[in-house]
């Protein structure tokens, strides 16, 4: 589904991601672990479409986002790529319904469709009663099963994951991370997941090293 190859980049001198090759299937969980500053996270939003590489290219079932033009490249990555954050990146003016539901209107969705699908996804994660609340009002593990809602209105081909678990206590990390799971097991949603819990990135189906820009090793699960 998604291929990766050759990518590099470098900001000013520092060559961040030295020639990356990676592959992801349909309904995979990947994670992708290593030191900071070990170029994860460029990785990742290159990806995401939200940078460009130096050189080499991102396929999407066929298709190189990269290099469409940016209002096409825009409508692309709403309708294909769902973001988790570390902190939730939640509009506060606005409520967990109505967070969930923007990017279904952006989309071009009417505005009973989009809401009817935020009201879906919402009781799929156990949120209902939350709906009407505003992000300063939902517990810190509230507001990141909203950002996953959010990530997964427009039913994307992937979400990509950037320490989605960092800001959570115990309990959460844990409720969130079996969430993960679940949404594969009942959507065939596909994961890559920045991360540095290592129980996380050891339940994975595979666990992508990095160190100093480069694939340092590859571990399965199976």
Avoid at 57 to 72: A, E, I
Avoid at 161 to 166: K, N, Q, R, T, V
Wanted: aromatic share 6%; glycine share 8%; charged share 25%.
């Amino acid at each position: 589904m998604i291929q990766v190859r050759d990518i590099s980049k470098s900001f000013d001198k520092l060559q961040v991601l030295k020639g990356i090759d990676l592959s992801v299937t349909p309904g995979e969980i990947v994670s992708i672990v290593g030191p900071s500053g070990a170029g994860k996270t460029t990785l990742l939003q290159i990806i995401g479409t939200l940078d460009k590489p130096d050189s080499g290219t991102v396929d999407f079932d066929g298709q190189q986002p990269l290099l469409m033009p940016s209002r096409k490249l825009a409508a692309f990555r709403n309708a294909n790529i769902g973001f988790v954050f570390q902190f939730h990146r939640l509009l506060p003016e606005f409520s967990l319904e109505e967070n969930v539901a923007l990017p279904a209107l952006i989309g071009g969705d009417d505005r009973r469709t989009a809401f009817d699908k935020a009201r879906k996804l919402i009781g799929y994660l156990g949120l209902t009663s939350r709906a009407d609340h505003r992000p300063a009002e939902l517990s810190g593990g509230e507001r990141q099963r909203a950002a996953v809602a959010r990530a997964l209105v427009m039913n994307p081909k992937v979400i990509l994951a950037d320490e989605p678990s960092g800001s959570l206590d115990s309990r959460n990390k844990a409720e969130l991370h079996r969430l993960f799971f679940d949404l594969r097991r009942d959507l065939n949603q596909t994961f890559i997941i920045v991360t540095h819990d290592e129980n996380l990135a050891a339940d994975t189906d595979r666990c992508i090293k990095m160190e100093d820009g480069a694939i340092t090793g590859i571990s399965t699960k199976y």
